[in-house]
């Protein structure tokens, strides 16, 4: 019956079923899952991909109508590939208590980009045997025909060296693997999960113009043997497919995992921008037509990257890693765009009630000797999250010493207010000014989720967790 479904929903695909989200955690002061489960819930946001299975965060997707991928990290990739018992207490642990408290995991997805290539080989060599051990840790909980594998395949990991989508093909170093993987998904009937980023394109790549990444009806077109490329998406996706089909999987089904544009931390990564490009992406999807490659076949479903910003993300591709939010690190809506593809003329609403710290930030007492002012502003920075400093960023403009009050404020934020993490050898002072300007945000952080776990609520679920699936067995036995 669900296959027959499944199969005539399939059929009449010409776009995308479903638009999600990327949840990622890596905050210093994270929204409350609670809060967020309720954020997605205002937006109508029905589908949902984590980087990893969070307890907090399961119990609170319990009982909403929201799909969930659950993400197993890449340093849990060598064990599940050499033990079929840790992939057994992984399904355990991390699957099978919260499914039988209702909430509705969809997708595992092995690792978190392990394809990277700036990862090397570090990842990639377990995906598979990690892949098929938890596949036989399903099959052995009974699970396997209610939740699929998955293997989140970076936007690195195919590419065309001369631009065009014809000459498309995967990395070298990851071929081998790949074709076991789509093997393995094959076999398991699991679509491909891939990420797209026509931002990062463009931010490597001089031949993607700015329009051109963001779908402007005035970008230059990119021809190739078998078509005209409009947008970097399409280009990226028919590059994908041909790659698909030269190891012979033509027919596979895509969904692009992770999608999305930053709005600070880079020239060009602006509110503005990330406004345009979704929207248009929005528009793309919904009209049907499809790429050059597979005409009227859309993607099976799109994430978007992502929904919160996180201070917390590593910077090494850039300051931009942290702003890739629809909303800001609080819940805040950036910019409006539509969802729901003009049905019900839906606007984005902001999470409810979030608790903050007090109206009070740490800023540079510029009436002493401020010698040190630089040197100690830097040293914030390594904790602290400066990002909205770098250059072409929403804080850039802040003249010497407005920029080491922004750092001392950072810091004094992620520190949860204390009054020592304002003293920078006598430098800092609080304020109950607020020292933001224009488009220069100095943050109040929120009230922690992060430290004060729940215990009571957590037991509590897990008691209610175990009676629910030993009330299950029983019916199952008679
Ligand atoms: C993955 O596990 C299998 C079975 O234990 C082992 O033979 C193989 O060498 C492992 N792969 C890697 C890359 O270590
Ligand atoms: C998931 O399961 C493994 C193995 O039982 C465990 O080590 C891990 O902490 C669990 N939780 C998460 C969030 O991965
Ligand atoms: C850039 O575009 C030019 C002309 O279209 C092409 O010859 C060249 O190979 C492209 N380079 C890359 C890195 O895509
Ligand atoms: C990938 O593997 C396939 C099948 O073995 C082979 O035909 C193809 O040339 C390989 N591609 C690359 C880029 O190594
Ligand atoms: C690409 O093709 C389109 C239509 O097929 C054509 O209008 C355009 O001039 C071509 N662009 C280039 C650079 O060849
Ligand atoms: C960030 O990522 C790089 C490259 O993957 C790694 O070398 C570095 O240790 C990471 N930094 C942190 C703070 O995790
Ligand atoms: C500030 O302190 C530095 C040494 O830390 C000293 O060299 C400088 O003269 C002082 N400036 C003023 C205006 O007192
Ligand atoms: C600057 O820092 C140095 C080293 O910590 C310290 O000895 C000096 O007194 C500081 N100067 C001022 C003006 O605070
Ligand atoms: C920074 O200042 C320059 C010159 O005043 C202005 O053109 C630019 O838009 C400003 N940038 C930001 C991010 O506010
Ligand atoms: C602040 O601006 C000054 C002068 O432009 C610069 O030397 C310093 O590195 C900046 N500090 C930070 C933390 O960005
Ligand atoms: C449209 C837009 O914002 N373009 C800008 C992208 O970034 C470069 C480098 O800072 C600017 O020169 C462009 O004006």
Redesign the pocket.
């Known amino acids: 019956m669900a296959v027959t479904l499944t199969a005539i929903i399939i059929l009449c695909a010409s776009r995308v079923q479903s638009i999600g989200v990327n949840w990622g955690t890596t905050a210093s002061h994270p929204l409350p899952p609670s809060k967020v489960v309720e954020l997605l819930k205002l937006n109508k946001i029905t589908k949902l991909k984590l980087f990893d299975s969070n307890p907090q965060v399961l119990e609170a997707l319990a009982g909403s109508a929201i799909d969930v991928t659950v993400g197993i990290p890449n340093s849990m990739l060598q064990s599940l590939n050499s033990s079929i018992k840790s992939a057994e207490s992984w399904v355990h642990d991390n699957l099978t208590r919260y499914l039988s408290g209702h909430t509705r995991i969809e997708y595992i997805a092995i690792g978190d980009e392990p394809f990277l290539q700036r990862y090397g080989s570090q990842f990639y060599p377990f995906v598979v045997g990690a892949a098929m051990n938890i596949e036989a840790a399903l099959i052995s909980a009974k699970l396997s025909n209610k939740v699929k594998i998955v293997i989140p395949c970076s936007f690195d990991a195919f590419r065309s060296e001369s631009g065009q989508p014809s000459e498309g093909h995967f990395r070298p170093d990851i071929n081998k693997t790949m074709i076991e993987v789509l093997n393995f998904l094959t076999k398991t009937q699991s679509p491909f999960f891939a990420n797209i980023s026509p931002f990062l394109s463009y931010y490597q790549n001089k031949n993607i113009s700015l329009d051109f990444a963001l779908f402007k009806e005035t970008a230059?077109?990119h021809?190739d043997t078998h078509g005209?490329y409009k947008n970097s998406f399409e280009l990226s996706y028919d590059t994908l497919i041909t790659a698909l089909t030269s190891v012979g999987f033509p027919k596979m089904d895509i969904v692009i995992s992770q999608i999305g544009w930053p709005t600070d931390g880079a020239p060009n990564a602006t509110v503005s921008n990330a406004k345009i490009f979704t929207k248009n992406l929005l528009d793309y999807l919904h009209n049907g037509q499809g790429s050059p490659l597979r005409p009227r076949v859309m993607p099976l479903e799109i994430y978007i990257y992502t929904l919160l910003d996180e201070d917390q993300r590593n910077i090494t591709m850039g300051s931009f890693e942290r702003h890739w939010g629809l909303f800001t690190f609080d819940g805040q809506v950036k910019y409006q765009v539509d969802f729901d593809f003009g049905q019900s003329t839906k606007t984005l609403v902001n999470a409810q009630n979030v608790e903050y710290f007090a109206s009070r930030w740490c800023v540079v007492n510029n009436n002493i000797n401020m010698s040190n002012a630089t040197a100690r502003a830097m040293e914030a920075c390594t904790n602290a999250d400066c990002t909205a400093l770098s250059p072409g960023s929403s804080c850039f403009n802040l003249s010497w010493p407005g920029n080491v009050s922004y750092a001392f404020n950072s810091y004094y934020q992620q520190h949860d207010q204390s009054a020592e993490s304002c003293d920078f050898g006598g430098l800092g002072m609080i304020t109950t000014v607020d020292p933001s300007v224009g488009n220069c945000r100095f943050n109040v952080e929120l009230k922690a989720s992060h430290s004060v776990l729940l215990c009571g609520s957590k037991f509590d679920f897990l008691l209610i967790s175990w009676l629910v699936s030993t009330v299950w067995l029983l019916l199952d036995r008679f």
Do not use: K, M, Q, V
């Open positions: 230059h077109a021809n005209s």
